[in-house]
């Protein structure tokens, strides 16, 4: 072919891209000027961004962090050049405060071990992507920690060995293949117990490192719930399921009211082993927002469950007192309900009981905290497809048992993001105790400021409560988005 | 067969209470409600006790005593030597009030924020999601404290305007100062006065003829406007050519309220700097104005969150489909998106609603006297009722509330799907 | 789960607690605490520090009580009350004692059924203006926009005064004194209004106090005082002799520095010996020991010590004693005899 005067033989090479398609000039325009109405949103949304940011940086980049009172971050001010700016000084002297009130400082290694704990119990119960043994590990770590922390020699030493016996299971974990580990189990080598196991155990342990007392108060509790759970699969032959419940129920309830208290004061007056008791009148700061949230919830689960199958029932008289309960909570403001916390609570009690205000308090929240949880219950029973039901019926299971074994561990699965949203929406409204004067971090800004060190500061203590309820909110929100992912099982 | 599982008549045995799942029902249901009726009762006893201990007979005669209290915003005309019902009840009105100016400023915040949380411009999207993240989990009393703060410290005080620090806005007709913002309001010189209903009880209150007149007007024109639309319908059915009506239904809208405005002798009412204070002009006071933003942003951070889902329900092959059809982009949108986006948006959005009218309770931070801040607050201090104060408190919302959520139920009947 | 703990912990507490009107002697010497009740937070009068530790001049009460009582001055559990919370907290028994700077009015003593052991604070409600807005009288205020504190007095007694003189006001309700103060300094409302103390010591904290003056009204009386609950008349005499005794002290010259001295042996003053236990046994008919007054004056001085250190002109808040000075100094505060 030699009329031909030229053929290319081989591709070109590939060119770059002209330089308005790539690199942050391509991405600017493809995702901030593309069209007219888009490049004015733009410019106005930096404009805004610019005022606002021109606006805050400079007062929180202020070098009073060493003040020690508003008068003294007034003379840098004032040598400064007369603007005012940020006086940190006071959540130098005062984070302590806003995070634990007045809870005695020698215990405050309760409370963080308390919020540590919390999240080893958490993990197994909301994330099952951690194996069983690094959940083990965690919770290693965390006491070893704490022993360490504590000091004493004995601590140290139980700290350290802990902290060993941590970093032993997590290298074997470690440095296992999953398959390798599968083949072990199946060989028959024997698996770490369940973490769910320390989950269980875990409402018993916090409420005593946080209030204190003898141990025997937690355990006799505790002993509340084998006492049923025995009563109940001893009696079950003989009586049935609902008198067998009844009376498991009506055995704990003896138990917690009438025996527990001598159980536990005989023992502790034999075995006197116990933590420092702290009134609960000296929680303050988020350390009382985070228990108020943590305990309202934890307490408000199950009556929420109770809540949404009785809504559920056929039984009217059952469903009309949960229906009107639910809607009689949903329709009044939380204020409301803390006012009868703050002044009606003891009057509907028998005269001489006398629970203080954070008890009742916690009270109010939970029963707050109840009537939502069990709205969202209610839709994670509604989400669940009616087979599943009809299932458990054709396999000839009676209705705790169904509800127990089939209903429930769906429907609780698909309530997580509601409860996680729950949660936060009542750890928010925890702030609202500052009204009937309870010290969270914001009824301890009126208290700070009546200090007459730093009275007249506003935005620092506002600023610095505000940051720290977004990181909370943030994270729990963020999480439960991402379990709402996870838990999209359909098929898309 | 069945007959040999069924007991036979006559044997009941008190056993079968529990173990015949024909009669446990009841058993079960006896049950509830005898526990249920012990605890209320011993709920009353005690409070019985308790009451009689402090000696205090429970008794609402002191809702019918002078309040001895002044509030600052009212809506109908009150003094302290008013009862304390007519404050609570000023103290509603301004519950409510706050609660539906929030929902009209929350929903438009929200609709405005979801649609532009889904543009595709990148800063766009990332500082409404800021917005979005900021609000939702920051609680809302720390938010109204600090619109509060921010209302304070920030705008100028009445007396920058005498000594020319600070000038009104908008050609100068309004006054935003510290204590609150001052616009226009609409006088009427030739004006036709008020009614007065119901005497001088706790509930009375005052009707401005003008308002009434200016009502009838434009509803009168809003019928002609209809009528003129069915004519124009059914000429389109006929002759498949629309007449062009619009100027002719805005006429009979505007005509005749333009006119009734002229012969009352419509003019506005500047507010002027007087004394302390500025005088005339409608004031809207700082712990409205703080209240009702920071409840608007908060609860807009949420509407904008149901707005995106709703519209994200829309699958895009509803959208598809429409303009496969050959319907245009206005009316894909009018007809198919919108019907369907709305039907996920509407429940959700209510129940926002719901919490909004609720968090306003929060009013008592800023002092924004609303029911909690007169009946729940003042009244419950002064009397030391507050068993009554709080039960009373406890109903007026329930009250709003079991409305709210009628409407909701209502409307969630009305769209359901109705499948086969 | 948790629940069932914390049914556990209220039966205990209920029984621990079980108050019964009449015996609050005995619950506070069972419970080795005193359980009083204070404002959350209000300059000089009662508010935590850094350390949590509760300071000022009614917390100082508290503590001369928990002396008397119980020997030991920091045996006291305060429980911040709000304007709204702190009845109610007296009369469940919640707390012992209310040292909440508490108007002593008809309807509190009859109808809300407590009864105020005496005066430690003569008060009476006045105007905190700026300088510049030249206003030599509280009539000329009419118009102006007026900061309260919600849940007291002071809001009707403002109202009755505005009534009165027939000028018209715009109230700006407020909680707590810190917002009044922060609404205030930003030019929000032309005036504050609460007791004459606290706009005292509210100015004091200002940047620049000399551009603000109290006007010279007093619109209202203000007695001020600790309560207890109507009905357990032990409880009620200890109280009130031991703010008695604090005020005494002062009149004899007993002070926390002498004390030990004074109380070593009977000296020549009779009275001042029959209050410290040294001669006669007026601590025994209280139901307390004989040294019971020496313990409370020692806790934080005597009522004069208590007022210079916490509130007097020596600290920034600077209360002249005025109406507060002793009898004799031609003030109210007057102790009846300790015979």
């Not at chain 2, 507050?386 to 139920?409: D, F, P």
């Not at chain 3, 621990?16 to 009740?37: F, I, W």
């Not at chain 3, 008919?285 to 009522?303: E, F, Q, T, V």
Request: proline share 4%; with cysteine.
């Amino acid at each position: 072919m030699p009329d031909l005067s030229y053929v290319r033989s081989e591709m070109l090479p590939e060119r770059a891209p002209p330089a308005s398609q790539v690199g942050i000039v391509g991405w600017a325009r493809a995702n901030l000027f593309n069209g007219i109405g888009n490049s004015i949103l733009t410019v106005l949304s930096l404009v805004f961004l610019w005022y606002v940011l021109a606006a805050i940086l400079p007062w929180v980049f202020a070098p009073t962090w060493s003040k020690g009172s508003l008068n003294e971050c007034r003379e840098v001010f004032a040598a400064d050049g007369g603007h005012g700016a940020a006086c940190w000084g006071v959540i130098r002297e005062r984070w302590v405060q806003l995070m634990f009130g007045f809870y005695p400082e020698a215990e405050r290694w309760r409370p963080v071990l308390a919020f540590g704990l919390l999240f080893v119990a958490l993990i197994p119960v909301l994330f099952n992507m951690i194996s069983r043994r690094m959940n083990w590990v965690l919770l290693l770590v965390v006491l070893g920690l704490a022993g360490v922390y504590l000091g004493g020699v004995l601590g140290i030493i139980v700290g350290l060995a802990l902290l060993g016996a941590a970093a032993f299971v997590g290298f074997k974990a470690f440095t296992t293949s999953k398959e390798d580990r599968a083949a072990e189990i199946a060989s028959g080598v024997k698996r770490l117990p369940n973490p769910l196991f320390f989950s269980a155990l875990y409402p018993f342990i916090a409420p005593w490192l946080l209030w204190g007392g003898t141990i025997w108060m937690p355990v006799g509790a505790a002993l509340g719930f084998v006492i049923s759970v025995l009563a109940y699969r001893s009696l079950l032959p003989f009586v049935g399921n609902l008198a067998g419940l009844i009376i498991a129920v009506v055995a704990a309830l003896v138990w917690w009211l009438l025996l527990t208290a001598p159980f536990a004061g005989g023992l502790h007056t034999i075995i006197p082993i116990g933590l420092e008791p702290v009134e609960s009148r000296d929680f303050g700061g988020f350390m009382l927002s985070i228990t108020i949230g943590v305990v309202a919830i934890a307490c408000s689960l199950p009556i929420g469950i109770v809540l949404a199958l009785g809504r559920q029932s056929d039984l009217l008289i059952v469903k009309a007192l949960c229906v009107g309960f639910i809607e009689f909570i949903r329709g009044v403001p939380l204020i409301t309900l803390l006012f009868v916390a703050s002044t009606l609570l003891n009057i509907f009690m028998p005269p001489g009981t006398n629970f203080d205000i954070i008890l009742r308090v916690l009270i109010m929240v939970t029963l707050f905290a109840a009537a939502y949880m069990a709205e969202v219950v209610r839709g994670g029973l509604a989400a669940l497809p009616k087979g599943q039901y009809e299932a458990a019926d054709a396999l000839g299971l009676d209705y705790w048992k169904a509800q127990r074994l089939i209903i429930m561990p769906q429907a609780l699965k698909i309530s997580i993001p509601g409860i996680v949203s729950t949660f936060i929406g009542v750890f928010k409204d925890t702030t609202l105790v500052s009204i009937i004067g309870l010290l969270d971090p914001l009824g301890l800004t009126n208290a700070i400021r009546a200090d007459q060190n730093w009275n007249g500061i506003v935005w620092e203590l506002y600023g610095f409560i505000a940051l720290m309820f977004f990181i909370f909110c943030f994270l729990m929100s963020r999480y439960s988005m991402y379990l709402e992912r996870r838990l999209r099982t359909d098929h898309r | 067969m069945t007959t040999i599982t069924d007991p036979k008549q006559g044997q009941f045995r008190l056993s079968m209470l529990l173990y015949d799942s024909r009669y446990r029902a009841i058993t079960i249901q006896i049950i509830a409600l005898i526990g249920f009726l012990t605890l209320i009762g011993w709920l009353l006893s005690n409070t019985a006790q308790n009451l009689a201990v402090l000696s205090k007979e429970p008794s609402f005669s002191f809702m019918f005593e002078p309040s001895g209290y002044d509030i600052n915003q009212r809506l109908l005309d009150y003094d302290s030597q008013d009862t304390h019902l007519r404050a609570s009840l000023i103290g509603l009105l301004n519950t409510l009030l706050v609660a539906a100016m929030g929902c009209v400023a929350a929903t438009i915040i929200g609709v405005i924020i979801g649609v532009l949380r889904l543009s595709p411009n990148w800063i766009v999207s990332r500082l409404t999601a800021v917005y979005v993240e900021g609000f939702r989990n920051v609680p809302l009393l720390l938010w109204i404290v600090f619109t509060m703060a921010i209302l304070i410290e920030t705008l100028p005080r009445p007396s920058a305007f005498r000594k020319g620090e600070a000038s009104m806005s908008l050609w100068d007709t309004v006054a935003m100062t510290n204590r609150g913002i001052y616009i226009p309001e609409p006088l009427f010189s030739r004006s036709l006065g008020d009614m007065h209903l119901l005497g001088a009880s706790a509930l009375r209150f005052d009707v401005s003829l003008d308002l009434l007149a200016l009502l009838a007007v434009v509803i009168a024109g809003f019928l002609t406007s209809i009528l003129i639309k069915r004519r124009a319908d059914i000429i389109q059915e006929a002759t498949g050519l629309r007449p062009r009506t619009w100027h002719l239904r805005l006429g009979v809208v505007m005509l005749p309220f333009l006119l009734v405005l002229t012969i009352l002798g419509f003019h506005l009412g500047y507010p002027e700097l007087k004394g302390f204070n500025f005088r005339g002009g409608i004031h809207l006071r700082n712990s409205l104005i703080a209240l009702w933003v920071a409840l608007s942003l908060y609860t807009g951070a949420f509407v904008a969150e149901i707005v995106r889902a709703g519209i994200l329900a829309v699958s895009t092959g509803q959208t598809e489909a429409a303009s496969a059809l050959g319907l245009r982009p206005k009316r894909t949108m009018s007809l198919v998106v919108l019907p369907q986006a709305l039907r996920v948006i509407i429940p959700p959005l209510i129940s926002q609603y719901l919490n909004l009218t609720k968090n306003s309770s929060l009013a008592i931070a800023v002092g924004y006297m609303d029911i909690t801040g007169t009946l729940g607050g003042i009244t419950m201090n002064q009397t030391g009722r507050e068993l009554e104060a709080v039960l009373l408190l406890m109903l007026v919302y329930l009250a709003i509330s079991l409305t709210i959520s009628a409407v909701m139920n209502w409307y969630n009947q009305s769209v359901t799907l109705r499948e086969r | 789960m948790k629940k069932t703990v914390f049914l556990g912990a209220l039966t205990v507490a209920g029984l621990a607690a079980g108050v019964s009107a009449a015996a609050t002697l005995e619950d506070v010497k069972a419970r080795g605490k005193l359980n009083c009740g204070v404002v959350t937070g209000l300059v000089g009068f009662g508010a935590p520090d850094a350390n949590g530790e509760w300071q000022g001049f009614d917390v100082g009460f508290c503590r001369a009580v928990a002396a008397a009582v119980l020997g030991d001055p920091k045996a006291v559990e305060f429980v911040p009350t709000t304007g709204k919370t702190r009845f109610t907290a007296l009369a469940s028994g919640e707390i012992d004692m209310l040292a909440r700077n508490t108007t002593w009015t008809l309807t509190r003593d009859v109808d809300l059924k407590f009864e105020f052991v005496g005066v430690n604070y003569y008060d009476g409600q006045g105007f905190l203006v700026t300088k510049d807005m030249g206003v030599s009288s509280a009539k000329d205020l009419d118009g102006a926009t007026i900061c309260i504190q919600t849940g007291t007095t002071t809001e009707l007694n403002l109202a009755d005064f505005f009534r009165a003189n027939n000028i018209s006001y715009e109230p700006v309700p407020i909680e707590t004194n810190a917002e009044g103060q922060q609404q205030y300094l930003a030019g929000a409302c032309d005036a504050y209004t609460t007791d004459a103390s606290g706009l005292a010591a509210t100015r004091a904290s200002f940047e620049d106090p000399s551009a603000h003056v109290v006007l010279p009204e007093i619109i209202s009386k203000e007695p001020l005082g600790p309560l207890v609950r109507h009905g357990d008349n032990e409880w009620e005499d200890i109280v009130r002799w031991t703010l008695n005794a604090l005020i005494s002290a002062e009149e004899l010259g007993i002070t926390s520095a002498n004390i030990g001295e004074l109380s070593a042996a009977p000296g020549s003053n009779p009275e001042v010996n029959r209050i410290l236990g040294t001669e006669g046994n007026l601590g025994e008919m209280l139901g307390l020991d004989a040294d019971w007054a020496k313990r409370a004056i020692m806790a934080g001085g005597n009522y004069g010590e208590l007022f210079a250190k916490n509130i007097g002109e020596s600290t920034p808040i600077a209360l002249a004693r005025g109406l507060n000075a002793q009898w004799k100094d031609g003030g109210l505060i007057y102790s009846p005899p300790f015979r």
